[in-house]
């Protein structure tokens, strides 16, 4: 009897520990999911004195839900060419027919002010030249911010105010009962105006500011890229820092029945903080766009999946069994990238047995081949799986349109279409940014969002760390890429580069995997296991103990040239290792001893072009230049055939090969006058005045830049203005400076 009265204690606590007097629970808890729209939910907002809501979608719609009643969706708002990025409900307004009204904002420039019962416009307001995107009302006026970094004040069709002040866009706007509005800007400021002027600028955040909220009687809270929220007095003072968001924070809401605070953001999460500590944590399937109170003090989250989604503590409202087990479901079926993981070292599923140590306590298991992340639920007293782990950098991969990537991030553009875009950690964001932007025919003026927004989500990963996983060249179904890493000149003093570059990073498990695969297809040129170890023994003294390469790479090259035997497709890890091999002292007077008689036929033009191997031949003569300087010089016109033969590769990582051998050529030339710098200047004009890749463009800029600075007339501007000055209004400030430092010279 002793024992079951313990038993029944042990299982009654916990739960009477959810309930409150009243019969509430103590967390928030789905109560239900309203699906309708076909594209992201951008925006929710609160219908004063009822449990309805509205909701804005990327599908150009917006939609006015009952949650709780049985035909959820009431009326649908259709009328916006491009998506819809904010909603909002205006009370009745004289200046606007004394009507409540459903207003949007939408990527067309416009704002539509729309009778909520007939479903009729009654107005579009007109007079933003770029995305109008956040909304809000002071005085019974609409206050509307835009992309065009500024926000307008209505009064029925009339703009009566246009507030100026922000150098970037406006993403949040706020009418305060004074009748001040605060905006909120990606120029990570908040401004407040007063009759059209602005009379305060707050600088707390350090990246773009997202979201504003009234909190009564105590002022305002501010959301931003920066992962932060603020709560401030009204008279702009800090009263509690938010941390704790992982990723951007895009929405956040005040709960007047509960004195919470809520934000949601890029990490896929609701978060309820009270007297400045988190209290829950609610993990979304997917990124979470915006948050909004319902009249009741349940919340509504709006998510990219296309579900806005109601939360309560209430037990008569939290969903069905069958509904919350289906949502736990999709939160686990997500894929969640963290680095570092040693599946070695984790616990099985018996880890889940103890407890957490606290609410929202994180913990991986390994459960078969995969590895689980579980959140402990203190509402719950249990551990709640949020996602299976995958690795960027050293573990499984994504994939895009054939290829693998470390990241596959969704990338959300004016036009109202979701586009995917993939990423490998050693490659340049700005380079990828820009092809993303080429490849999409997307505006010139989002490069260095997206390239932001490609550093703020990607774990970054140092030069030369060998484990880093990357696609195979051929197949993009594996792990090795060869020679991954790309090499930045530095930008501290564009010109004249003094210093040649290399690449002098690999990943040599990812070579030695690739050798032992194509080995076992091999025929005539096979090594036996003792030939292997050789070769292993080379990579490790190169990426280790490289005072022994002299002697592993006396007893492996044979195999080296042996293995140049096999099929073009199937010599780049042998590549790879050479072009490697020459940027180590010993190694280069190996290359040197033999180049002419062993490596001057492989290492040239073959008749079958395969992509990787002509970048990493490339690298090879770039890496010759840290010792073998005269070698090039004496091999220069095969060399530069071999180059030119690529600069219009349609492959980035080909032509940032040859232009960064053409840069040290340049270095190597510089001051010299003769026909070869000529030879030069042509092929960097033709690379200046076609490449779109913006690494490539720089050092092509840098390249001329260099040549310039040792002989001031090594270029007319009257042949070369036009092609360098497209360039001074890039958003990469490293080419718009050196192509103004280049007209100053040139004379």
């Known amino acids: 009897m002793k024992l079951f009265a313990q038993w029944l204690f042990q299982w009654k606590k916990p739960l009477m520990s959810l309930l409150n007097i009243d019969g509430s629970v103590t967390h928030y808890k789905l109560a239900a999911q309203c699906i ?137 706007v706020l009418g305060l009962p004074t009748g001040e509005i605060l905006t909120g800007s990606a120029d990570s400021t908040i401004k407040r105006w007063k009759d059209g002027q602005c009379t305060q600028t707050l600088s707390k955040h350090t990246n773009c500011v997202r979201g504003l909220a009234h909190v009564p009687e105590i002022g305002f809270v501010s959301c931003s890229n920066d992962c932060v929220n603020f709560l401030w007095s009204y008279d702009g003072t800090v009263l509690q820092e938010l941390n704790g968001h992982d990723n951007f924070v895009y929405g956040i809401a005040y709960n007047p029945f509960s004195s919470e605070i809520l934000s949601v953001g890029e990490d896929r999460s609701l978060r309820i903080w009270k007297d400045a500590q988190e209290t829950q944590r609610i993990i979304h399937p997917s990124t979470v766009w915006s948050v909004t109170v319902l009249a009741n003090g349940d919340i509504v989250t709006g998510s990219s999946d296309g579900i806005a989604r109601v939360w309560t503590k209430d037990v008569k409202r939290i969903a069905s069994n069958e509904e919350l087990q289906s949502y736990a479901e999709s939160v686990a079926s997500q894929a969640i990238a963290m680095g570092g993981v040693d599946p070695k070292t984790l616990s099985g599923p018996e880890a889940l047995s103890l407890p957490g140590s606290k609410d929202q306590a994180t913990k991986l298991i390994k459960n078969g081949d995969v590895v689980e992340a579980y959140q402990w639920s203190e509402a719950d007293t249990q551990w709640v799986k949020i996602g299976q782990v995958v690795e960027g950098p050293s573990g499984q991969r994504q994939q895009l349109n054939g290829k693998s990537y470390d990241y596959v991030f969704d990338v959300d553009m004016e036009d109202g279409h979701m586009r995917k875009l993939g990423y490998n950690n050693a490659e340049n964001p700005y380079t990828v940014a820009q092809t993303f932007l080429h490849e999409n025919e997307l505006d010139q003026r989002f490069l260095d969002e997206v390239a932001q927004f490609i550093i703020k989500n990607a774990r970054p990963i140092t030069l030369g760390d060998n484990s880093s996983g990357n696609a195979d060249p051929l197949t993009g179904g594996s792990r090795y890429v060869p020679g991954a890493a790309e090499p930045r000149v530095q930008s501290s003093q564009h010109f004249p580069a003094k210093n040649c570059v290399f690449f002098d990073s690999a990943n040599f498990q990812g070579v030695l995997t690739k050798i032992r695969e194509f080995n076992e297809k091999s025929e005539n040129f096979k090594l036996n296991s003792d030939e292997i170890s050789k070769i292993e023994t080379l990579c490790t003294d190169l990426q280790g103990n490289t005072s022994r390469v002299k002697n592993s790479l006396e007893e492996s090259w044979n195999f080296l040239l042996k293995m140049l035997n096999w099929p073009e497709n199937q010599i780049f890890p042998v590549l790879d290792i050479l072009r490697m091999v020459v940027l180590n002292e010993q190694g280069a007077k190996q290359v040197e001893k033999f180049y002419e008689s062993q490596l001057h036929v492989p290492m040239g033009q073959p008749k079958d072009v395969i992509v990787p191997n002509q970048m990493l031949r490339l690298r090879f003569y770039v890496n010759m230049f840290k010792h073998l300087p005269k070698l090039v010089e004496s091999h220069l016109e095969i060399i530069l055939n071999l180059a030119t033969s690529n600069m219009r ?4 990582n080909v032509r940032l090969a040859f232009v960064t051998l053409v840069l040290n050529l340049c270095i190597l030339h510089a001051g010299r006058g003769n026909d070869v710098e000529l030879r ?68």
């Not at 649908?76 to 009507?99: I, Q, R």
Request: with cysteine; hydrophobic share 40%; proline share 5%.
């Open 36 to 172: 309708g729209h076909r594209g992201d939910v951008r925006s929710v907002y609160a219908i004063p004195d009822s449990l309805d809501f509205a909701t804005s979608s990327r599908d150009t719609t917006a939609i006015l839900w009952a949650p709780f009643e049985q035909e959820q969706m009431k009326r649908t708002f259709l009328g916006h060419g491009k998506f819809v990025g904010a909603v909002m409900y205006l009370p009745s307004s004289p200046f606007f027919m004394d009507l409540p009204c459903i207003v949007t904002a939408s990527n067309d420039h416009s704002v539509i002010v729309w009778n909520p019962t007939t479903q009729e416009p009654l107005l579009t307001l007109l007079g933003h030249t770029d995305s109008v995107v956040c909304l809000s009302h002071v005085n019974g006026l609409i206050v509307s911010g835009s992309w065009d970094n500024t926000a307008r004040v209505w009064q029925g069709p009339e703009c009566i105010m246009i507030l100026k002040g922000h150098s970037h866009s406006v993403w949040a």
């Open 649 to 652: 590769s349609p492959n980035t």
């Open 680 to 747: 030069f200047l042509n092929i960097l004009k033709e690379v200046i005045g076609e490449e779109q890749d913006l690494e490539i463009l720089y050092r092509a800029l840098v390249a001329v830049g260099t040549l310039v600075s040792a002989r001031r007339n090594a270029i007319s501007k009257m042949e070369w203005e036009r092609t360098i000055s497209r360039n001074i209004a890039s958003s990469d400030s490293r080419i718009s400076e050196c192509a103004r430092d280049l007209l100053c010279q040139i004379p």
